[in-house]
């Protein structure tokens, strides 16, 4: 699962191109993957930094996370993204203004 995801997540920029609602479609396969178990947190990130536009990145993880909310309620959002090691790899990722912003949408 990890090779194909980080091919979606590293080029969605092409894909958004081709299908606006791209975020959206890369948000329910994380969410339903990271739900599992089948990817992390630390996959997540290191598969995102890979993404050139840093306001893709910030999308790939804001979707992820308002995907999972939906889905599967704010407990498994807390549990997957706010937990000690993934707040730090996910401010280091985003920057702490901007992993703040999400924290208080939805954790």
């Known amino acids: ?12 920029d092409s894909f958004v191109v081709d299908s606006p609602g791209a975020f959206g479609y890369l948000g329910e396969m994380l969410s339903a993957f990271l ?3 089948t990817l992390d947190i630390a996959w997540l990130c290191d598969a995102t930094s890979k993404v050139m ?3 893709d990145q910030v999308k790939v993880i804001d979707h992820a996370m308002k995907v999972m909310t939906a889905n599967y309620g704010e407990g498994a959002t807390r549990a ?3 937990g000690p090691g993934e707040s730090v790899a996910l401010s280091q990722l985003l920057g702490q203004a901007e992993f703040e912003k999400l924290v208080s949408e939805y954790l």
């Open 1 to 12: 699962v990890q090779v194909p995801m980080l091919d979606m997540v590293e080029f969605i």
């Open 35 to 37: 739900d599992v178990k």
């Open 53 to 55: 536009n840093k306001s």
């Open 80 to 82: 997957c993204f706010g």
